[in-house]
């Protein structure tokens, strides 16, 4: 059985930062592309970052390099650290695998405070 299980969410200020990961079991983690979606209260699903299988890394244009994903083939883990956190980044962030995206977890919550 799949299973993607998210980590890390909280409150933090604004400016703080925060690591989020996702363990992963269930699939054969390393022939997957891994994504962070996010979605805020009131708003659509958002494409927030990609790792590849191959280790390339892509971000949506609101992170201006403020967060970093990596991936750890062999623990089967996607980490998303998030730096300079503001308001506008409080959601739930998913984890998922595959492109498109076919396998998800249930979400963590990031609450970022003014």
């Known amino acids: 059985q799949q299973q993607l299980l998210e980590s890390g969410g909280g409150l933090v200020q604004s400016g703080g930062s925060l690591n989020l990961s996702c363990a992963v079991s269930?699939?054969?983690?390393?022939?997957?592309?891994m994504h962070w979606y996010r979605q805020a209260p009131g708003k659509q699903r958002e494409w927030v970052a990609t790792v590849t299988q191959n280790f390339l890394t892509k971000y949506g244009d609101f992170v201006k390099g403020r967060f970093t994903v990596s991936r750890d083939n062999y623990k089967k883990t996607v980490d998303l650290k998030m730096n300079s956190l503001n308001p506008e980044d409080t959601a739930v962030y998913y984890c998922s695998a595959g492109t498109p995206p076919t396998y998800w977890g249930k979400g963590t919550l990031v609450t970022v405070a003014s």
């Open positions: 269930g699939l054969t983690f390393n022939v997957y592309h």
